[in-house]
C-alpha cells in the first residue's frame, strides 16, 4: 500500500517561491498520472497540476501556468511543485495524488490523497 507525504508549505510573500514535495512509501512507485490539487477555505478542492510517469506531458490549471512547474524523480518516488511568483490566491491547503484521471477537460483525484499541507501568501 502507497502513503503519500505532502510537505514544503509555509507562509510566505506575494511574489516569492515555494517548493512542495509529495514523497511515497510502498513498495511502488504509481505510475500513473501524479499531480497536485489545492483547496481553499470554503471551496472546492481543484486541480493545480499533473504530471506523466516519464515527465513528458505535464498539464497546468490556467490560474498557475507560467508560474508553476511540476517535476517527478522516480527513483527517490517524489512528486515535486515548484511555485513560483505566488499570489494571496494562491493560498490553500495542497494535495497530492497519484492517480489524476481527464475526462472531458477535466481532473479528478482517483487514487491515494496525502494528507495536504498549508500555503498562506499574504499581500
Known amino acids: 500500500q502507497v502513503h503519500l507525504v505532502d510537505s514544503g508549505g509555509g507562509l510566505v510573500q506575494a511574489g516569492e517561491s515555494l517548493r512542495l514535495s509529495c514523497a511515497a512509501s510502498?513498495?511502488?512507485?504509481?505510475?500513473?498520472?501524479m499531480g497536485w490539487f489545492r483547496q481553499a477555505p470554503g471551496k472546492e478542492r481543484e486541480f493545480v497540476a499533473a504530471?506523466?510517469?516519464?515527465?513528458?506531458?505535464?498539464y497546468f490549471a490556467d490560474s498557475v501556468k507560467g508560474r508553476f512547474a511540476i517535476s517527478r524523480d522516480n527513483a527517490n518516488k517524489t512528486v515535486y511543485l515548484q511555485m513560483n511568483s505566488l499570489k494571496p490566491e494562491d493560498t490553500a491547503v495542497y494535495y497530492c495524488?497519484?492517480?489524476?484521471?481527464?475526462?472531458?477537460?477535466?481532473?479528478?483525484?482517483?487514487?491515494?490523497w496525502g494528507q495536504g499541507t498549508q500555503v498562506t501568501v499574504s499581500s
Open positions: 495524488n497519484d492517480d489524476i484521471i481527464i475526462s472531458d477537460d477535466r481532473y479528478r483525484g482517483n487514487g491515494d
Open positions: 510502498g513498495r511502488t512507485f504509481s505510475m500513473l498520472l
Open positions: 504530471i506523466s510517469w516519464s515527465g513528458k506531458r505535464t
